[in-house]
């Protein structure tokens, strides 16, 4: 069975850095393009950041570019988001998601699979 699980959240000051994990159990990750999403309280989905099978093909969302990073290594099934200089209206949860298209995109209904994911909370 397909899994998706993330880490690396927790608090930080505004400022700080966090790196976010997106572990694949069940299935190669590599055939995969995937997904961050963040969801802030009373507010939609939204989406953060892709990255393509291959991760020739990044996107990003305008609030989060030149502040985070995305990025592979398919040898451990693991995607990463390194997020730096964060703002108190980063805080959400952020989930990793891969679509069954393999398509890098922003849309969280083109998703199919879901992690459970991760608390990121940045103090003024």
């Known amino acids: 069975q397909l899994q998706l699980v993330e880490s690396g959240g927790g608090l930080v000051q505004a400022g700080g ?22 969801q802030a309280p009373g507010k939609e ?33 693991t995607v990463y988001l390194q997020m730096n200089s964060l703002k108190p209206e ?15 995109v922003l849309d969280s209904s083109g998703m199919d699979y879901w992690g459970k994911g991760t608390l990121v909370t940045v103090s003024s």
């Open 17 to 38: 850095s966090l790196r976010l994990s997106c572990a694949a159990s069940g299935f190669t990750l590599d055939t995969y393009a995937i997904g961050w999403f963040r």
């Open 45 to 77: 989905r939204e989406g953060v950041s892709c990255i393509s099978t291959s991760g020739h093909i990044i996107k990003y969302a305008d609030s989060v570019e030149d502040r985070f990073t995305i990025s592979r290594d398919n040898a451990k099934n």
């Open 90 to 104: 980063d805080t959400a949860v952020y989930y990793c998601a891969a679509p069954e298209t393999g398509r890098c």
